[in-house]
């Protein structure tokens, strides 16, 4: 039996600038350095499930999502927030997206959470197939002006999946 090219692993300070280069280069928003960098910060009280995606010994995507109790509303409802999951364009099609969300799926069952979910601009068709044929679901009406700097459509949809 063959070992499979694709492989993860944990996103650290030292390659966490890789994971910032994959995601700015994949999605049209772009993400400023403190983003990346908080994951890593003790005053922030966040928890983050990340890992990066590996062909070969090559890291071609990466997955970040953060465990969030909903205080007061809003848009991000209690659960796991997928906020960010890119795969370079020449490697998809490979399961190394699927893999990433696997992941973040078992991380799902580890901290006793049955729901997962992530913003996709309305424009983006191929990330909304790949979602939905990986059992997301929209959930709600579109939200109009959602992401502020992109360089695609402003307002996005929530997509949900029961783990």
């Keep these: 039996m063959s070992k499979s090219p694709v492989n993860l692993d944990n ?4 390659n966490v600038g890789t994971f910032r280069k994959i995601t700015n280069t994949v999605l049209p928003v772009n993400y400023p350095e403190k983003f990346f960098n908080e994951q890593f910060d003790d005053k922030y009280k966040g928890t983050f ?4 995606g590996y062909f070969g010994e090559v ?7 953060e465990l ?3 205080k007061n509303g809003g848009v991000k409802p209690a659960g796991v927030y997928v906020q960010v999951l890119a795969v ?3 490697y ?14 078992e991380q799902c069952k580890t901290h006793f959470q049955h729901k997962l979910f992530v913003h996709v601009a309305v424009d983006n068709k191929e990330g909304l197939e790949w979602y939905k044929g990986h059992g997301f679901e929209v ?3 579109e939200l109009k002006d959602y992401y502020k700097d992109t360089t695609g459509s402003p307002d996005a949809y929530v ?3 029961q783990t």
């Design 49 to 52: 499930f990340g890992q990066l």
């Design 92 to 105: 998809r099609g490979k399961g190394i997206g699927s893999k990433l969300l696997k992941y973040v799926e």
């Design 159 to 161: 997509l949900v999946k």
């Design 68 to 70: 969030l109790a909903n």
């Design 11 to 14: 996103i650290y300070a030292n």
């Design 88 to 90: 370079l364009e020449a």
């Design 59 to 65: 890291a071609v995507g990466g997955i970040r999502a």
């Design 139 to 141: 959930e709600g009406d």
